[in-house]
């Protein structure tokens, strides 16, 4: 793929059906989803019955072979109707990914055919209580025993947790070599000693589960390491290289989502006896929201080449897509409230759920706080991108 400026046929028929799938099978759910912070299950049937449950899984394992950008539009649209649902397509991808990344060709094929089969979801486990931003303090032990290895520890605010089968998890094999002291595993739901926290009562997002997960003595076999001892953090941050621009996609779609429902109101609302679009006030805060969304969807699909391609420039684009797009959605999402006044205000409209599911992409994947230190690091190291 190359860098692009306009998407291609393929990519816009993509849009198109995933936009119809949204409209007629997500959206309709979507308040409900948050109003009774359930699991968005139709949205999840209907992703799998058009194959875009898991999209980036590669032909040769079973799945759609979606490339980085129409990953992209898929997480996007899907997020336009519910950021809920979008969380489907989006934590299979991260959870998976340290398997496609760093995992060897057994590893890949099990469970990467598993997640394109729809046998389970897949969620990421590398956030501890005490290992947030600070990623590298990992507590979580694995020790190896004969053949196998031991998981002890706690994951917190692991998306999707309960619903997903599997889990790449995140341990310390060397409690003396720092960030070269943590390995990555696959651990399935059904090992015995896995369990889960109950789910965090959230301000967005309400649709996709949030709990801790408890290893308790947790036997897996040696097999299910992914990539080399000691290679876990690398690949971690690699894959969240990848996922930021999904992450970027996903507040892209919530903004563009929060915009279309503004435009429809200010049309059909009447004060002062004519449509309110018509007041310039209104209109700048219409242009304003427009070009930031469209400046931040630009910045995600060039973010997604570099995704596709894996430049060097991957680090610095992932982490500027996503810091952009979540402060494009969150002024989007508060002015799209305001544009719609009182109504705005209250559940029987969608925009503060928007809001409110906006919020979150501020803060996952890495805070924008800890994107514009990877940001700057890059600048600093010299990886430049023309
Ligand atoms: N690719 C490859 N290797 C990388 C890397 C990258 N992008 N970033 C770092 N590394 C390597 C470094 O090269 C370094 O190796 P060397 O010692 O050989 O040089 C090693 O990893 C340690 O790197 P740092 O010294 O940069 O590590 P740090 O402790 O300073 O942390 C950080 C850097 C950027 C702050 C990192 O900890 C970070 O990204 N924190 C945020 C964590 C995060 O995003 N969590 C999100 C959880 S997932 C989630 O939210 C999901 C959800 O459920 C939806």
């Known amino acids: 793929m190359t860098d692009l400026y306009a998407l291609s046929d393929e990519h816009r028929a993509i849009r198109e059906a995933v936009r119809a799938i949204a409209d007629a099978k997500i959206a309709p759910y979507a308040a409900e989803v948050d109003e009774l912070s359930r699991y968005p299950q139709e949205a999840a049937d209907?992703?799998?019955?058009?194959?875009?449950?898991?999209?980036?899984?590669?032909?040769?394992?079973?799945?759609?072979?979606?490339?980085?950008?129409?990953?992209?539009?898929?997480?996007?649209?899907?997020?336009?109707?519910?950021?809920?649902?979008?969380?489907?397509?989006?934590?299979?991808?991260?959870?998976?990914?340290?398997?496609?990344?760093?995992?060897?060709?057994?590893?890949?094929?099990?469970?990467?055919?598993?997640?394109?089969?729809?046998?389970?979801?897949?969620?990421?486990?590398?956030?501890?209580?005490?290992?947030?931003?600070?990623?590298?303090?990992?507590?979580?032990?694995?020790?190896?025993?004969?053949?196998?290895?031991?998981?002890?520890?706690?994951?917190?605010?692991?998306?999707?947790?309960?619903?997903?089968?599997?889990?790449?998890?995140?341990?310390?094999?060397?409690?003396?070599?720092?960030?070269?002291?943590?390995?990555?595993?696959?651990?399935?739901?059904?090992?015995e000693g896995v369990s889960f926290g109950a789910p965090e009562k959230k301000l967005g997002i309400k649709g996709s589960p949030t709990r801790e997960v408890y290893f308790d003595d947790v036997r897996i076999p040696g097999d299910r390491i992914i990539g080399e001892e000691g290679n876990g953090f690398a690949i971690a941050m690699q894959t969240l290289d990848h996922t930021r621009v999904t992450i970027a996609a996903q507040a892209v779609g919530i903004a563009q989502g929060a915009l279309d429902y503004a435009l429809g109101y200010v049309k059909e609302r009447k004060q002062f006896g004519k449509a309110i679009a018509q007041f310039q006030g209104v209109e700048f805060m219409l242009a304003d929201m427009g070009m930031q969304i469209e400046a931040a969807r630009q910045l995600t699909y060039a973010a997604a080449s570099r995704s596709e391609r894996g430049s060097d420039d991957l680090t610095f684009f992932g982490a500027a897509a996503k810091a952009f797009a979540s402060d494009v959605a969150m002024k989007v999402t508060v002015d799209a409230v305001q544009l719609l006044g009182g109504y705005g205000f209250t559940r029987d409209f969608p925009v503060e759920r928007m809001m409110r599911d906006a919020k979150i992409t501020q803060i996952y994947e890495g805070t924008n706080q800890v994107q514009r230190i990877v940001m700057a690091r890059q600048l600093l190291a010299g990886v430049q991108s023309i």
Request: glycine share 10%; hydrophobic share 40%; proline share 4%.
């Open 46 to 191: 209907a992703l799998f019955a058009a194959d875009l449950h898991a999209p980036h899984v590669p032909e040769e394992y079973g799945g759609a072979g979606a490339d980085a950008l129409a990953t992209v539009i898929v997480v996007e649209e899907v997020a336009r109707a519910c950021a809920s649902s979008s969380l489907i397509p989006a934590v299979n991808k991260l959870g998976s990914l340290p398997v496609q990344l760093g995992g060897d060709e057994q590893l890949k094929a099990r469970y990467l055919g598993k997640l394109a089969r729809g046998e389970g979801g897949f969620s990421y486990c590398l956030s501890e209580p005490d290992a947030g931003s600070d990623a590298a303090n990992q507590k979580t032990s694995a020790v190896r025993d004969g053949d196998d290895w031991i998981l002890n520890g706690v994951k917190r605010w692991i998306t999707n947790a309960g619903v997903s089968e599997y889990y790449t998890v995140l341990a310390r094999t060397d409690p003396n070599k720092g960030s070269k002291g943590i390995s990555a595993f696959v651990v399935e739901k059904s090992d």
